[in-house]
């Protein structure tokens, strides 16, 4: 998967944090590979199934709402083979025939960086015992929004990720463990406990974000943006730490199905950092995911989404070294504008860009004129804070009852996804297109910094287009929470 931000930004969606492929094996047939099917829409799609499996298919999932198919075949050509059949638009390897090699472990996960210890009562002040470490929530003014309004119950945010800790004092008040699920076992929804949270505590980064989201304002730990709002549990990454074009498809219809109000998607969709359509395995997972995102969008889903760790300019053409990253040898691709990181890049997403303390891009930070809608905090290690830890990242709850320090787009996203939790609450008789409208309407336009260099070292790192708008680096602006709640 690609988580997309964490402790050390670099290793979620940068191309230079990731792990190496593992060794190339011969392919072999007792391995079934994993294909996406589009075709029509409803009942019509009993034909797309009966393609598979005219071909040697086996359905593993059937999606009619969205007229998809998730199937498996041992055979490499099953994908060329089912295209020809009747009712099939569209099939594609899902995952790249590198799953027939021997397992891949994904290396763009964050690490931690350094834990904190919030078990205590108030601060002297009324907050909570670490937040004097969040310089995240004053820059976008959730402190004083909190002050108005923490959210309604009635708002449920779902966290596509890698589960969250049932268990955690900061969550747990805000956790529906009923509307819960996992999505990572070939893209077939599993409600049990055991399957939608974490497996370990290296697996933190989906308690990581719900703590931005909503942790509770309980005199433990860390506050969240919107700390009264409903969290949902929805495991898209499985414990090699991929995304898989089946895994976000589940997880969006499940959040269309079950009443979701918005979506938190901290990742980008494995094995293809960027997904192009003059490939036709590509073009169908990506159609298919395209799908999913727009059936979520029909039921009222804000689905926010972050924008990515590889300081990429996605106006731009851009030079990827690193797909698939699942195993097997990697290409050296030029892609271009039918090329698009999935589900950043999809229409009617909410892509958030990641800034530091100082309100000035991340060094990491994906950017692009026409494709950031908005920024918010997602750390920098290299911007520091006037805080007690004088730590550039970003602190939030972490599984087995702790906190920790995190940076990337990933931290970025949840921020956006709790301001529009605010809005949600605030206005719930908005449509989802309204809630986005002022989302974008209420953010603080922030300039494009002049001779960017994010890393220090001299050489100008990015150039930001839109001149006073800074919305080459910013999109709308730096969202902000106080207007969330009082506009």
Not at 241 to 255: D, L, N, Q, R, V
Not at 403 to 431: D, F, I, N, Y
Request: aromatic content about 6%; glycine content about 12%.
């Amino acid at each position: 998967m690609r988580i997309a931000g964490s402790a050390l930004a670099l290793t979620l969606l940068l191309p230079a944090g990731l792990i190496g492929s593992a060794p190339a094996a011969p392919a072999t047939s007792a391995v079934p590979a994993h294909f996406v099917v589009v075709g029509p829409v409803g009942d019509a799609l009993a034909q797309t199934e009966e393609s598979v499996r005219a071909v040697g298919g086996a359905v593993v999932q059937s999606w009619p709402q969205i007229g998809v198919v998730v199937a498996s075949s041992p055979d490499p050509a099953f994908a060329a083979n089912v295209r020809q059949q009747p009712g099939v638009e569209q099939a594609g390897a899902s995952r790249n025939l590198a799953e027939q090699l021997p397992p891949a472990q994904s290396n763009r996960l964050e690490t931690l960086e350094g834990t904190a210890n919030g078990i205590g009562t108030f601060a002297a002040d009324g907050k909570e015992p670490l937040e004097a470490d969040q310089w995240d929530l004053p820059q976008i003014k959730a402190d004083q929004a909190n002050a108005i309004s923490q959210g309604s119950k009635d708002t449920t945010v779902g966290v596509l990720d890698y589960g969250i800790d049932p268990t955690h004092p900061d969550l747990a008040p805000n956790l529906d463990v009923s509307r819960s699920v996992s999505c990572v076992n070939e893209g077939v929804p599993d409600q049990s406990q055991e399957a939608w949270q974490p497996q370990d505590p290296t697996q933190d980064h989906g308690t990581h974000v719900s703590g931005t989201i909503a942790a509770a304002r309980n005199g433990v730990g860390v506050a969240g943006v919107a700390p009264n709002v409903t969290l949902a549990s929805v495991r898209v990454i499985d414990d090699g730490g991929f995304i898989y074009p089946e895994y976000a498809i589940c997880g969006f219809i499940w959040a269309a199905e079950h009443g979701f109000d918005v979506t938190n998607n901290s990742y980008f969709v494995d094995p293809w950092y960027l997904w192009c359509d003059s490939d036709p395995d590509q073009r169908a997972a990506a159609e298919a995911v395209r799908r999913a995102v727009a059936y979520a969008e029909g039921h009222d889903v804000v689905n926010v989404v972050s924008a990515g760790n590889s300081n990429w300019d996605l106006s731009q053409p851009i030079h990827d070294t690193n797909s698939p990253n699942n195993g097997g040898p990697t290409q050296d691709r030029r892609t271009g504008p039918d090329c698009h990181i999935l589900p950043g890049e999809l229409p009617g997403v909410v892509s958030v860009s990641a800034v530091g303390v100082n309100a000035v891009k991340s060094y990491y930070s994906n950017y692009g004129l026409g494709s950031i809608s908005v920024t918010a905090p997602g750390g920098d290690a290299r911007q520091i804070p006037q805080t007690p830890s004088a730590n550039g990242r970003v602190l939030s709850s972490v599984p087995g009852g702790g906190w920790g320090w995190m940076q990337g787009t990933s931290m970025a996203g949840p921020h956006a996804a709790g301001v529009v939790a605010l809005l949600r609450s605030t206005h719930p008789e908005w449509t989802a297109q309204q809630v986005i409208g002022a989302l974008n309407n209420q953010s603080d336009a922030l300039p494009c910094p002049k001779d960017y260099d994010g890393d220090g070292d001299g050489v100008v790192d990015a150039v930001c287009t839109g001149g006073s708008t800074g919305a080459g680096f910013y999109g709308a602006g730096l969202i902000d929470a106080l207007d969330a709640v009082t506009k």
